[in-house]
C-alpha cells in the first residue's frame, strides 16, 4: 500500500472526540429530519455518502473548476481534501476509528484509496496492481470493500488483514457493487443481472449472498447503501408506481418506505448506530442535504 504525505490534523482527530450533541428536528412521516448546513459555495452540489456513530459526516462536492473533491464535517466545520496529484478526489464512507476511503483519478488512471492516521494511502488490490479499482466502504476493524475491473468484468471485493475475496453475486453478469460493512463483517450492495439493468440490492452474511430489496420496488431498481454496526441498512428504491427515488430502511428483516415530507424524492446515503441518517431531498433539480433521526423506524 503506497502512502502518500499527511492531510490535515482533523482528519486524525475525529476518531478521539465523542458523539456530536442533541440537535432539535422537525418530525416529518418515520423520521425526524433538518437540513443539513454543509457551507460551501454556490453549485458545487455536496454529497454526504456516510455519518460515523461519532457524527463525522463525509462526502464529496464539485470544486469551482468543475472536479470532484471529498468533503469531512464534525461540528460545524468542513475539511476539504484531495488525493495528492490526483485531478479528482471522492470520499465514500468513514469508520468510527477515523479511517476515509474512496477513490481518486488522475486523469489517465482511476485507483481506491484509504486515509488512515492522517496520511494517504492508494489501496492495491492483491493480484490486480494496475486496475481500475473504487473503495466504497470500511469497518472499525480495518476492512475495506469496493469494486475493481480485471479481465472486462465488474467485480466485487473484501479486502480483510491484506487478504482478498473477490466477491460476485451469483448471475450478475453486468457486475457485483459492495457498498458498505459493518463491524460484524456484513456486507451490503447492488448487483447487476445484464449490462441494461439498473440494479438490485444485495446482503453478503458469513459468505452467503442473499437478496435485500424492499418489496415496494417490484422488480425495480434498488440500492442499499450503507449497513450499521447495529445492523440496520438504508438506502433508496424507484417505485413502479411513480418512477420516483424512495428512502428505505432494512431492520430485523422489515422494510420501511423513508420520504423526507416536503420533496417529490428521497435517497438515504447513511445511517449509524444511534439510528442517525443522512439523506438528499431533491424536487427536481432541487436538491437539500438533510439529517435524521429515525428512532420510530429501527
Same mark, same amino acid.
Given at each position: 500500500?503506497?502512502?502518500?504525505? +499527511? ?30 448546513? %454543509? &457551507?460551501?459555495?454556490? $453549485? ?11 457524527? #463525522? ?10 472536479? =470532484? ?5 464534525? &461540528? ?13 478526489? =471522492?470520499?465514500?464512507?468513514? !469508520? ?16 481506491? @484509496?484509504?486515509?488512515? !492516521? ?14 481500475? !479499482? ?19 468484468? &465488474? ?10 475475496? /473477490? ?13 458498505? %460493512?459493518?463491524?460484524?463483517?456484513? %456486507? ?16 453478503? +452474511? $458469513? ?8 418489496? #415496494?420496488?417490484? $422488480? ?6 450503507? %449497513? ?8 433508496? @428504491? ?19 418506505? /423513508? ?35 429515525? =428512532?420510530?423506524? @429501527?
Amino acid at each position: 500500500m503506497r502512502s502518500y504525505g +499527511k492531510t490535515l490534523s482533523l482528519l486524525m482527530s475525529v476518531c478521539f472526540l465523542a458523539a456530536s450533541a442533541t440537535m432539535a428536528f422537525a418530525q416529518t412521516g418515520k423520521c425526524a429530519f433538518q437540513t443539513l448546513n %454543509i &457551507q460551501m459555495p454556490a $453549485n458545487s452540489f455536496p454529497s454526504p455518502e456516510a455519518l460515523t456513530d461519532t457524527g #463525522a459526516i463525509v462526502g464529496t462536492f464539485l470544486t469551482p473548476t468543475r472536479h =470532484s473533491s471529498g468533503f469531512l464535517l464534525y &461540528q460545524g466545520k468542513i475539511t476539504t481534501f484531495m488525493f495528492p496529484g490526483s485531478t479528482d478526489t =471522492s470520499a465514500h464512507d468513514m !469508520s468510527r476509528t477515523g479511517t476515509i476511503v474512496g477513490e481518486f483519478n488522475t486523469g489517465s488512471a482511476q485507483r481506491a @484509496f484509504m486515509v488512515h !492516521s492522517g496520511g494517504f494511502h492508494q489501496i492495491t488490490i492483491p493480484g490486480f496492481p494496475n486496475v481500475p !479499482s473504487v473503495a466504497h466502504g470500511v469497518n472499525d476493524n480495518g476492512d475495506v470493500v469496493g469494486e475493481f475491473v480485471a479481465h472486462s468484468a &465488474q467485480l466485487g471485493f473484501l479486502l480483510h488483514n491484506g487478504k482478498l475475496t /473477490i466477491l460476485s453475486f451469483p448471475g450478475a453478469q453486468g457486475g457485483t457493487v459492495p457498498e458498505s %460493512i459493518n463491524d460484524q463483517g456484513v %456486507i451490503v450492495g447492488v448487483y447487476f443481472s445484464g449490462p441494461e439493468d439498473t440494479g438490485r440490492g444485495f446482503m453478503w +452474511k $458469513n459468505g452467503v449472498f442473499s437478496n435485500l430489496n424492499p418489496p #415496494a420496488a417490484g $422488480n425495480g431498481h434498488s440500492f442499499p447503501r450503507k %449497513i450499521s454496526n447495529a445492523g440496520d441498512v438504508v438506502g433508496e @428504491f424507484t417505485s413502479p408506481v411513480d418512477n420516483l427515488l424512495h428512502g428505505f430502511s432494512f431492520d430485523k428483516g422489515r422494510f420501511t418506505t /423513508i420520504d423526507a415530507s416536503g420533496f417529490q424524492q428521497t435517497s438515504l446515503g447513511g445511517v449509524n448506530k444511534f439510528d442517525n441518517v443522512v439523506a438528499v431531498g431533491s424536487n427536481g433539480t432541487n436538491n437539500v442535504q438533510l439529517k435524521g433521526f429515525c =428512532s420510530a423506524v @429501527f
